[in-house]
């Protein structure tokens, strides 16, 4: 058991340093695009827990069921922040309105 948990462990602590060496390589022209793919991988992994929460078995404990939901509400705050962000980000390329002139502010 704690031989598996140590490998996983060290899948966890490697997967960090390779998703921040390949973040920190990307370009800002690319972070909005790349960010919104993101959100949709996010999405259907939302998708996913909740169908393994809905499958889970009746004598599953109370413990693996309050995991999994706190899990289910990070990803789908992750999708949620993920797609407010990106909106903020596409939002700073808008062109601003013009105002007419004689138009009351």
Do not use: C, Q
Request: glycine share 12%; aromatic share 8%; no cysteine.
């Amino acid at each position: 058991m704690y031989l598996s948990l140590l490998a996983n462990i060290a899948i966890l602590v490697l997967a960090g340093f390779v998703g921040f060496a390949v973040i920190s390589k990307v370009p800002n022209t690319l972070h909005t695009p790349l960010m919104s793919g993101t959100n949709a991988i996010h999405g259907i992994v939302v998708l996913g827990a909740l169908i393994v929460l809905g499958r889970l078995p009746e004598d599953a404990s109370w413990g693996v069921r309050i995991i999994a939901f706190v899990a289910l509400i990070f990803g789908t705050l992750n999708v949620v922040g993920g797609f407010l962000v990106t909106d903020r980000m596409l939002g700073m390329f808008k062109s601003k309105p013009v105002a007419r002139e004689g138009a009351e502010k």
